[in-house]
């Protein structure tokens, strides 16, 4: 107990307390044997994942409260209730704010970025209410929690997680702490502090000191015989056969016993309440979570505000609602508490649908800022979703796709619309253009995550729905989509077959927009093969069409393409002048990211041009746009582009700290492909810093995340890297294993450029040195290249 009884002496202003918590500790009794427990564990090195397990009412909240106060030795604590079912990213990029840390706005690399956060330090995690993040067999309804606490089970720390379930999860590491009632002497102490006369052994024996079931109790006691609450009075409000129900021979276990009991109590209180309070309580049943008292008063508008207000506090003297109040007064349900009164409220469409209106008048419009802005919207989808309303539901976040995508809310997305993808086959709707829409931003929110494969597997989907009802025009989009997830796989060939594909059959139906689209891609993919002529002729037939059928935006993104490709041959004039018409129309028809995007190009083609001031000044410029506008992506490209203009500048340590940033937006939004493009640049920076060893290890890293990912262009990239840094430290042999390694992968995948830079280097460090003429041999695999 010393923890908890040095508290009063030892927490200073400098502890931090965040989170969600707002539960009082009023009427604490006890739990002395469990809280010894708890903080044997807590001091343990080795104890890294503590549960509280015990059925609805027990107390294990409260017990997780008493430990969050009052606990010692942890300066920084977070309190996360998900029993509406809160999203892993959300919930970390909460403690990662709290704590102090570089927050990710998403995504795939929460899991690793909060872990990392935990083990920096000595903080305490509570997760409340963890059974609301498992499905009926006991395995995790989100993926990312389930690799948060694997992960954190396996590398661990100072910090202690600990959580409260009525259900284990399928996962080893946890030391469990099953909770049952109150002793006897604690459940006496608790019913003697709330004024309860009678035989109050015999009582707390009986409920087996169930915490909540005393206090349901008391309070329907204490509403009805305010000046007796007597517990022989139960028998005057229907609970006379209490007793005989609970010590039945068929009412067999602890756990029965309670529920039971629990039952009856809620019975009687629920049969106490006025018919304003029962309505109450059966309409806002259907929210999730905390609510204002606002949000009460929109499901009863024949009631006056202050009535709801008056009623709401009411309902918490009776211990059937919760009061919070963390900044603004809210209401909420105790668990079991809530799963009652929805079993008695039945049918509950019109419930939601007022819901539905509610967070419908006060959604706030665009422009949007953070994920907060729309949390309506999400609500929304939710009571669509629980009345089995999926095209409305898909409706209410199709609203701020764009926006989720744009921020890089790629988890949220992929929990949303995987939700939907989940239930419209069960009602036999493939065939529903929503379910398609849906089935393509799942694939292309795990494309934006780096999950390549599992983007494939949806865009295949989408292909085979879109081929087994004959809409060409969506078969030709799985197409595209398709090329691009290949492309982002390094795997060009593929990509450009698909391309192709799409490409006939926009012509053939005469889709000229998506051709243009198709063949934008197309030169996409040529250009990653080193072929930039061809890459040149599709961006141009693409721009023309554009220009053909007046889409600004469409010739925009062609002059980008066409910017790039010129820049990779050396034209780097040629380059600016049609990144300088691209940011023009970008400009004309205010498409901010185009803008962006185009000013970075210009840095780009200027930095080629030795113009490195220039070339800092425009990316400095498409970097202010791209934050201006949350385009995480795009802003981590603008650092990478202001790294390279300073590592030209020989300015090392500054390309460092932008290639540093970058990475670190990559790691955020899961975007694994960047992440390991921003290793490569770190790696070259600190090889041109002389720091061999670093950069290996960060060339190394990039190798292992391109492996991963499957983008073979990028690994053949990482092995060179590799050869040039072992070639600095003189370790020749290692050097042309790697080069050698390198030129291979170029040759599979067709890259042509990739494959003579290659060659040239291995040949030059596998080649002797003809001292009579001061040049290499004549008769070397370099020149026989060179003159292929």
Known sequence: MELLERSTKIESPGVLKAGNLGKSLAYWQGRTAEIAQIQQWLTDENTFLIGIEGIGGTGKSMLATKIYDEIVGFPKRFWADVSNGAGFSDLARQVLTEFGFPVPEQEAQLVEALVRCLRSGQFLLIIDN?????????????????????????????????????????????????????????????????SIRGDL???????????????????????????????????????????????????????????????LVLDASFNRLNELQKALLLNISVYRGAIESAAAVA???????????????????RSLLVEKLNGKRRFEFQPVVLEYVRYQAGDQTEAHQRAINYYG?????????TKDDVKEYLEIFDHFYQLQDYDSAFDSIWICNDFLSLRGYYIDQVELYGQLVSKWPEIGD????????????????????????????????????????GDRNSEGRSFNNLGNAYKSLGQYQRAIEFHQQSLEIKREIGDRNGEGKSLGNLGNAYKSLGQYQRAIEFHQQSWEISRE??????EGKSLIGLGNAYNSLGQYQRAIEFSQQSWEISREIGDRNGEGSSLGNLGSAYN?????????????????????IGDRNGEGKSLIGLGNAYNSLGQYQRAVEFFQQSWEISREIGDRNGEGSSLGNLGNAYNFLGQYQRAIEFFQESLEILREIGDRNGEGSSFNNLGNAYNS???????????????????????????????????????????????????????KYLGR
């Not at 049952?180 to 608790?190: C, F, M, T, Y």
């Not at 008048?361 to 800022?369: D, E, F, G, M, V």
């Not at 398609?436 to 934006?448: D, M, Q």
């Not at 059928?549 to 469409?554: K, S």
């Open 201 to 263: 052994t015999q009582f707390v024996e009986l409920v087996d000191g169930h915490p909540l079931l005393l206090r349901l109790a008391a309070d329907l006691l204490k509403e009805a015989y305010s000046q007796d609450p007597d517990l022989s009075r139960l028998a005057d409000l229907g609970l006379g056969n209490l007793r005989q129900l609970l010590t039945d021979s068929q009412v067999v276990g602890i756990h029965r016993r309670e529920n039971v009991g629990m039952v």
């Open 361 to 369: 008048s006060i959604a706030k419009q665009p422009p949007w800022t």
């Open 130 to 194: 963890l059974e609301s993040l498992l499905q009926p067999d006991r395995l995790w309804g989100s993926l990312f929690y389930a690799d948060f606490f694997q992960a954190w089970v396996e590398h661990g720390g100072n910090s202690k997680v600990l959580v409260t379930t009525r259900e284990r999860p399928e996962l080893k590491g946890f030391e469990w702490l099953p909770l049952k009632g109150l002793q006897v002497d604690e459940g006496v102490a608790l019913l003697t502090v709330l």
């Open 608 to 628: 080629s041009l030795g113009q490195y001031q220039r070339a800092i000044e425009f990316h400095q410029q498409s970097l202010e746009i791209k934050r201006e």
């Open 549 to 554: 059928i007046g889409d600004r935006n469409g």
């Open 430 to 469: 493939r065939e529903n253009w929503n379910y398609r829409a849906a089935v393509t931003s799942l694939g292309n929110a795990y494309n934006s995550l780096g999950q390549y494969q599992r983007a494939i597997e949806f865009h295949q989907q989408s292909l085979q729905i879109s081929r087994e009802i």
């Open 299 to 317: 499901m009863l508008p024949g009631s006056s505000a202050a009535e709801i207000e008056g009623e709401l506090r009411n309902l918490v003297k």
């Open 729 to 783: 430290l003189g370790q020749y042999q290692r050097a042309i294993e790697f080069h050698q390694q390198s030129w291979e992968i170029s040759r599979e995948i067709g890259d042509r450029n990739g494959e003579g830079i290659s060659w040239a280097i291995w040949a030059t460090l596998t080649t002797p040195w003809d001292s009579t003429n001061g040049r290499l041999s004549s008769t070397s695999s370099l020149g």
